[in-house]
């Protein structure tokens, strides 16, 4: 499986295909002693694969002229090091023990649901799409979800659930996604705002999600 440096400008490259400049709302990339600031004032560890995505780009720009187009993936947004550090903080109590003697067991509490899951806290939020729904990376050092994204969402459609078996698979299933035309445009744009949204082939998506991250059922749904 490829890093996902190599992921990253295989996504940008074929980007560039099909009429999307994602690099240029892309952020320079942070440093280690930035990193090493959010994380001691959030009280957690970066993993060695959320430290190689954030030295490659800090994020994205804020975009609002071409709100269509501002993902690697339909609609969610790569989350800066400062929004995510606003994220994070803001739903560290959501994730609250539901029983001291129920082995880890944590439930998350929002405005329309609520859900027991297992992932406790530290889960970063790298990818969110504006409406509540979060990607988010499991820091739970010795724990077997440790670097696996964990996805969210804000109203009853679907349960949480973990998407991937880390970051460089995340990363993976993207570019491999991208190679294959699973996103494109939509041909018609939305005239005064030149809103073009990227769509996805689902089938596809979940073909090459479930090849990449093998063990997690939420592909077979």
Known sequence: MRTI???????????????YD??????????IDEIARVEKRLDLGFSTELLELYMFANGTKKCSD????????????????AIAEIFYSNHQSDFELTDIDDAGHFTMYDDSYTRTFTPQRKLF????DGSGDYYW???????????????????????????????????????????????????????????????????????????NNPGLNNWDE
Not at 66 to 81: E, K, M, Q, R, T
Not at 154 to 180: K, V
């Open 5 to 19: 440096t190599e992921n990253f400008n295989i996504i940008l490259a074929r980007q560039k295909l099909i009429g």
């Open 22 to 31: 994602y690099h240029s709302i892309l952020n320079p990339p942070a440093s």
């Open 66 to 81: 071409n709100f269509g187009a501002v993902g690697l993936v339909p609609h969610y947004i790569f989350s800066d090091l």
């Open 125 to 128: 939020p790298i990818f969110f």
């Open 137 to 211: 990376v499991d820091l739970n050092e010795n724990t077997e979800n440790y670097n696996k994204v964990y996805w969210t969402n804000s109203g009853l459609a679907c349960s949480p659930f973990y998407e991937f078996n880390s970051l460089t698979s995340m990363f993976q299933t993207i570019a491999e996604s991208y190679e294959n035309n699973v996103f494109s445009f939509e041909s018609d744009i939305a005239s005064p705002t030149n809103y073009r949204p990227l769509i996805i082939d689902y089938k596809q998506w979940v073909l090459i999600g479930k090849r």
